[in-house]
């Protein structure tokens, strides 16, 4: 019988250091294998002589316990790669979770401003202090890049080609990509950089608190919601909504959809098609253009 301790430990090791996961990534497959022993323990049967019922057998306890959807299929992947890591490493040759089958998740469809509306955003910053400039460029930014919010509080001077109007981004799993950004966001940015007080900070971002500092997430969200409330717009606007929007947009302007993922740093394209899903007045439209009986 495998040493579990040892097996998990060997397992995390493996999807750091072969997967390249997130940490939070990392953290929430070690707490489902970890579930996932124990049952198997209390069960009395080995991880290597478990079946397809045993699998499912936990799966329905982890859904009794008020698991969701969501959760259950970020478990139900935890396994898969944990047996894949067994079957790697000779310690089983069965792999019981080849066939199991997917729970139906909701479609939570996120929140995109129109044109209109991000024009009413962007244009309800119009003061010219320091403060004011810097909310007003990095939502110009936002909009023109589609970058998560951690991407955009993150950058330095070393990340930024002003010339040529264009990123380096090191998103998620560190995977390296170049955004470019438009005229608007480089005249705002110019704007910004002129009025900005020197930064106090060694890492030398280049947005920055009234005390010099880097800017956190916390106090950027707090700044665009005061900005928010202030437009009358009646949805929930949060930094991933420009996010959302900027894809949604270039959609709908007929850009190519893998030029989209490649922008937003998407792994898999079926990420970036929910922004297909928010686009259905477009759909008939190009339905009653193209088919011959539209």
């Not at 005229?183 to 106090?200: G, P, S, T, V, W």
């Not at 007929?254 to 990420?271: K, P």
Request: charged share 30%; with cysteine; aromatic share 10%.
């Amino acid at each position: 019988m495998m040493d579990y301790k040892k097996t998990l430990n060997d397992f995390i090791f493996y999807i750091i250091a072969e997967k390249g996961l997130l940490r939070n990534t990392v953290l929430a497959y070690k707490a489902d294998v970890l579930k996932f022993i124990n049952f198997a323990e209390k069960k009395r049967v080995p991880l290597e002589s478990f079946e397809h019922n045993d699998i499912t057998d936990f799966l329905w306890e982890m859904k009794t316990k008020g698991l969701k959807p969501r959760s259950i299929f970020r478990v139900m992947e935890s396994l898969r790669q944990f047996y894949k890591f067994l079957n790697s490493e000779d310690l089983t040759e069965n792999n019981p979770t080849l066939y199991l089958a997917a729970p139906r998740i909701p479609e939570n469809l996120p929140d995109v401003l129109t044109f209109d509306e991000v024009d009413l955003l962007l244009n309800s910053v119009n003061d010219y202090d320091e403060v004011h400039v810097r909310n007003k460029a990095m939502l110009e930014l936002l909009y023109a890049t589609g970058l998560r919010v951690s991407e955009l509080i993150n950058l330095k001077f070393s990340d930024i080609n002003l010339e040529d109007c264009f990123l380096r981004i090191i998103g998620k799993g560190s995977k390296e990509r170049l955004v470019p950004f438009g005229n608007k966001a480089k005249i705002f940015i110019d704007i910004y950089l002129k009025k900005r007080k020197r930064c106090l900070s060694v890492d030398d971002h280049i947005f920055i608190s009234r005390l010099g500092k880097k800017l956190s997430r916390i106090e950027f969200w707090r700044q665009l919601k005061n900005i928010a409330k202030n437009t009358g717009i009646n949805k929930n606007i949060t930094p991933h909504t420009l996010r959302h929007s900027f894809a949604t947009h270039l959609l709908k302007g007929g850009a190519d959809i893998r030029f989209v993922q490649e922008m937003l740093g998407h792994v898999s394209i079926t990420t970036t098609q929910i922004y297909t899903h928010l686009d259905k007045d477009r759909i008939v439209q190009q339905h009653k253009k193209f088919h011959p009986r539209g």
